[in-house]
């Protein structure tokens, strides 16, 4: 037999021992769920009082995935989003920096045993967070994807291996609005991006690969958590009268 009747063999075989890493969905869509309407909207009045204390919730489309929670599990519900239970890239310090902000009065975490099955908006998140006693509510989610120099498109599955000079890029956009638990009203939203570029030969395994996300999205939230603090005193200056 011909050495090129082989190339065929050879090539689904070098293929189909190349691992291939699914990359993350995507976020939830804040805005929709925050704002069924115009009239709710403008409809809302703050009630919270200072000091305040914050429930925290991070929250996914309800498709979404990835490799480490496809192996450890972390996410509840079903729905128009799905509540990530697990922390994958917060930090305890992270977090506590905004605890010791002025009139702030804790951070709780929620707890799937106050969520319904059926998640269809924010106002589960606050009628959970409402029943901790907390008044503000700080929701948060991931948008992460992968690019590739050439083409600069969008990649949904990495074929890990393969181009091993091939340079990747991890984008990631961390968001983040807070509302008050009571009635809804929306205090603000926040905002944080960071990128990883990482060649494909070093990545070896989805353990790899998943580990650039991890690392781009830790990068994001180190920076929304430091938009938080000047976005708290600007509310502080305007609502705490």
């Known amino acids: 037999m011909k050495l090129f009747h082989l190339l065929p ?24 769920l925050t704002a069924p309407n115009l009239k709710a909207s403008f409809a809302a009045e703050p009630a919270a009082g ?4 914050i429930a925290v919730a991070r929250i996914q489309a309800s498709d979404y995935s990835n490799h ?19 922390r994958e890239v917060e930090t305890q310090a992270q977090l506590d920096r905004i605890s010791t902000l002025p009139k702030i009065d804790g951070l709780i975490g929620l707890s799937t045993l106050l969520l319904p099955q059926e998640l269809r908006s924010e106002a589960d998140l606050r009628t959970a967070a409402a029943r901790l006693k907390a008044d503000m509510l ?9 690019y590739t120099d050439d083409p600069a498109k969008t990649l949904t599955v990495l074929s890990l291996g393969l181009s091993p000079n091939q340079k990747v890029k991890v984008a990631v956009t961390a968001s983040a609005i807070l509302v008050d638990v009571r009635t809804g009203f929306v205090y603000g939203a926040l905002e944080a991006s960071e990128k990883r570029d ?26 929304l958590i430091g938009e938080f603090a000047g976005f708290w005193s600007k509310v502080l200056t305007r609502y705490d009268k």
């Open 9 to 32: 063999f050879a090539l689904l075989l070098w293929i189909c021992g190349c691992a291939t890493y699914v990359t993350p969905g995507h976020r939830a869509d804040l805005a929709a």
């Open 50 to 53: 200072f000091p305040s204390s």
């Open 68 to 86: 480490n929670l496809e192996r450890h599990g972390g996410r509840y519900g079903s729905g128009q989003y799905t509540f990530i239970t697990t």
């Open 138 to 146: 700080l929701i948060y989610t991931f948008q992460t994807s992968f």
């Open 198 to 223: 990482r060649l494909t030969n070093a990545w070896q395994n989805r353990d790899s690969a998943d580990a650039a996300r991890r690392e781009a999205e830790k990068a994001a939230f180190e920076k």
